[in-house]
């Protein structure tokens, strides 16, 4: 049973609440699709539930869209200055959704960073939405009553609609929340940073009471750099750190950085989405922070406080500010009501959720995220899982998970998935945690629609790597490998060490399942950019067979935009392309100039080293130094070597392989 309240219910006295039963679920929608025009606040006035019944979990759902401006706005002339249009959907601005309620409370729930979504990408039309989605349930306090719920729009420019609403799901929560308290929230403008006034100032220190009965705390952030026209780029683009002080005392420092921009589920975006920024990447939600408060602060008033690393700004611009937009709330528990509960939070693949994109489609290994919602460190989790309507599998998880911890859980791979329609279901249920029963079964069991990898015919394909020109004067290193699913082995690999050099190579394989990565992550700039790269790559697969190209959607393959030109090669970091061999009547045979993967690189202790490619049964390894000093030489009679680089000391050295297949020559760096 699923029911509606919304203001209009709420108004004529409806109370759908006291009809329900645990597991139901009550829905408040607050925004509907609210055009967000220009930099204000849009408030809408909604009313919860009265705070009588129990929610085991309260969720948010924000969802972002699109409107067309209208007027004289051309999307693929969008721009200031003559012969341009303007903007409609096409910078990242911040967006904040925050609860006030009649008792005074203001609570920001959660941050989200628009995209560049210029609707001339084909992936950014005027019907595009994405989810992004908050369990709120430690905010039931607050969430009670009237209250407004505001969407604060930082941007200039319109082109984004808003939706809020909220799910209220009956049942025993994991343990119940005494109080809520604010204790930082920095206007729209945020707090400045690195001025004479100093944010450490401006953050004042609070001391706050702990409620009877309190036998947990958490201080939950949300933070977000903005501003670089300065010498240093900040707060937009500089790393910087801030520390929770409880009783002056450190308890946890956090970085103000997000370091996996460029492997956005949204891509490619009409601007410098690749670009990591202070704890935001365009078109991503902004994750909280949430620290726990030591257990023995909590048996008496204590003072909380955030202290930021010392940075003086030095502008460079006429626009030279440095700002951080935060807020921050303390939240009391009480005991847990439950000893064994472990739920199932998400299911990253398979799956055709728009915000695992490049997690999917898969033919391999499915992965979770479970949450231990009990008190009981959980050693193992039973799991039954598969294609819904067929045979399911059973896998058993060793693990040690504390309680309020979660964990990513890769499952046994499943030869169905291979199989399977378009438009199946998955499932995923647990069975028992620690050999016995689970507690809470509401949260035990999670479905997803999901399609098949793609289908690879013939077995014998063709790759053709082209690297890129240089990224600001820096080698943009470009590497590709393919896994068999099946063994877990590398049976092919390219490393693209050099700039604007075309690499061409012959596979034959197998049927099965495979994974293909591309990796550009050493930059984050992929094979096409057109803010950072003059001269692009590519990346062709094409099949022996039918001498057709294969297109990789996460490469982009085809895809053009009358704003930005050829999107291919635009993926940022990299992608992973799964896919199944069939009518393959092959062993698998490898013709390819000689590849060297060596990792880690740079290293500490030990480098391990594979040279990918049948038919090569004797080389040998030599590494020396910055002045050609030969320091180690043994032969390979295999595919895989270690070397033990703690004796050598720091540095840069020359590793080459050589044998009666040629050679290959790489750099590797040693750090202790």
Not at 19 to 37: I, M, S
Not at 125 to 146: A, E, H, S
Not at 533 to 558: E, M, P, Q, W, Y
Request: aromatic letters at 10%; charged letters at 15%; proline letters at 4%.
């Amino acid at each position: 049973m699923k029911k509606i309240l919304c203001t209009l219910m709420a108004l004529i006295g409806l109370n759908l609440a006291s009809q329900a039963a645990v597991g139901d679920t009550t829905t408040v929608l607050a925004h509907n699709e609210t055009k967000l025009q220009t930099y204000t606040s849009y408030d809408t006035v909604i009313t919860f539930p009265s705070g009588t019944t129990p929610y085991q979990k309260i969720i948010m759902d924000f969802t972002l869209g699109k409107y067309d401006c209208g007027g004289s706005y051309n999307p693929a002339t969008a721009g200031e200055g003559a012969g341009r249009s303007g903007w409609c959907s096409d910078w990242d601005y911040d967006l904040h959704i925050i609860v006030m309620t009649a008792a005074g409370d203001t609570i920001e729930l959660g941050e989200v960073i628009t995209p560049y979504a210029n609707t001339t990408l084909p992936m950014f039309p005027w019907t595009w939405k994405r989810n992004y989605r908050y369990d709120v349930t430690d905010f039931y306090p607050i969430l009670k009553n009237g209250a407004t719920i505001r969407i604060f729009y930082a941007g200039w420019s319109g082109g984004f609609t808003g939706t809020t609403k909220f799910r209220f799901i009956e049942g025993t929560p994991p343990r119940n929340v005494l109080a809520v308290k604010s204790l930082w929230k920095s206007g729209n403008d945020g707090y400045a940073y690195g001025e004479t006034i100093s944010i450490d100032s401006q953050i004042v220190k609070r001391t706050v009471t702990p409620p009877a009965g309190t036998t947990a705390a958490s201080v939950r952030t949300i933070i977000s750099g903005h501003g670089f026209g300065n010498q240093a780029y900040c707060s937009e683009f500089c790393s910087k750190w801030y520390r929770l002080m409880i009783n002056n005392q450190n308890v946890e420092q956090k970085s103000i950085w997000k370091p996996d921009c460029g492997y956005n589920q949204a891509y490619p975006q009409s601007g410098t989405w690749v670009y990591d920024r202070a704890n935001w990447c365009p078109g991503e939600h902004v994750e909280p922070y949430v620290q726990s408060v030591p257990v023995a602060a909590l048996s008496a008033p204590f003072t909380v406080d955030l202290d930021f690393q010392p940075y003086t700004n030095v502008g460079t611009t006429g626009n030279p500010g440095a700002w951080y937009k935060l807020s921050s709330a303390v939240i009391f528990y009480g005991t847990y009501n439950r000893q064994k509960d472990i739920g199932v939070e998400h299911i990253i693949s398979p799956t055709t959720d728009a915000n695992e994109y490049r997690n999917n489609p898969i033919c391999g290994s499915p992965k979770i995220v479970v949450k231990n919602y009990g008190s009981e460190t959980a050693t193992s989790i039973k799991f039954e899982y598969g294609v819904e309507g067929g045979t399911l599998s059973t896998y058993t998880y060793t693990t040690n998970l504390a309680a309020n911890a979660s964990a990513e859980v890769n499952l046994p791979s499943l030869a169905s998935l291979q199989t399977a329609a378009a438009n199946s279901i998955f499932v995923v249920r647990v069975l028992s945690v620690n050999n016995a029963t689970d507690e809470n079964a509401d949260n035990n069991v999670l479905k997803s629609s999901f399609v098949p990898s793609p289908e690879w015919t013939g077995g014998n394909f063709a790759i053709q790597l082209k690297t890129s020109g240089a990224v600001s004067g820096q080698q943009n290193r470009t590497d590709w490998k393919i896994t068999n699913i099946s063994t877990g082995a590398v049976v092919s690999s390219r490393n693209g060490t050099a700039n604007a050099t075309t690499y061409n190579d012959t596979i034959t394989l197998p049927n099965g399942c495979y994974k293909l990565e591309l990796d550009c992550s050493t930059l984050g700039a992929g094979l096409r950019n057109p803010y950072l790269i003059s001269a692009a790559g590519s990346f062709i697969v094409r099949n022996l067979s039918t001498n057709l190209r294969i297109t990789l959607d996460k490469n982009r393959d085809g895809l053009t935009s009358a704003y930005q030109g050829n999107l291919e090669g635009w993926m940022g970091s990299g992608f992973t392309q799964y896919f199944t061999v069939i009518g393959s009547t092959s062993v698998l045979k490898v013709e390819n100039n000689i590849n060297l993967n060596i990792y880690p690189n740079p290293t500490t202790d030990v480098l391990h080293i594979r040279v990918d490619g049948l038919g090569i049964q004797k080389g040998t390894l030599t590494l020396t130094n910055s002045i050609g000093a030969s320091l180690y030489t043994a032969v390979m009679t295999g595919n895989d070597h270690k070397i033990n680089t703690a004796e050598f000391p720091s540095g840069v050295y020359t590793l080459n392989y050589s044998s009666d297949k040629g050679n290959r020559v790489e750099k590797v760096v040693i750090r202790h």
